[in-house]
């Protein structure tokens, strides 16, 4: 079963080479177990979303870039999150502050086309 998702949870991304730690704000208004739900808008690169350590995706331009420098050898980079849509799999009928809540098995996608998921919901 589904469980919602709170500040702590951890993340992973498919060309992450380590989890991330999900923040929320701490004025969200609804709270579990002292801490704050997420909800679908929660997925702004670098406030909500923070980075996977390393970077193993040729889509992204660093990483191309420092590939092609060492001759087609996956060179891994830095992370640094590109999501640009909301979270989906969500609680459509539960809404925190006008959007949906977020469970465990909501799911986001990079620009970099890394698949962003919830391995730990944090509570």
């Known amino acids: 079963m589904a469980t919602y998702v709170v500040q702590g949870a951890k993340l992973k991304c498919t060309f992450g080479s380590q989890e991330s730690t999900f923040q929320i704000p701490m004025d969200h208004k609804i709270y579990i177990n002292n801490k704050p739900q997420g909800n679908m808008m929660d997925f702004k690169p670098m406030m909500n979303i923070m980075p996977f ?3 193993s ?10 590939t092609a420098a060492a001759s087609g050898v996956l060179q ?47 509570q």
């Open 76 to 122: 891994k980079m830095p992370c640094i999150p590109a999501t640009v849509t909301p979270w989906f799999n969500v609680k459509m009928n539960v809404l925190l502050e006008m959007f949906p809540a977020m469970l465990d098995s909501s799911k986001t996608m990079c620009m970099w086309c890394g698949m962003i998921s919830i391995t730990n919901n944090g």
């Open 53 to 55: 350590g390393l970077c």
């Open 57 to 66: 995706s040729l889509a992204n331009p660093t990483v191309a870039a420092a």
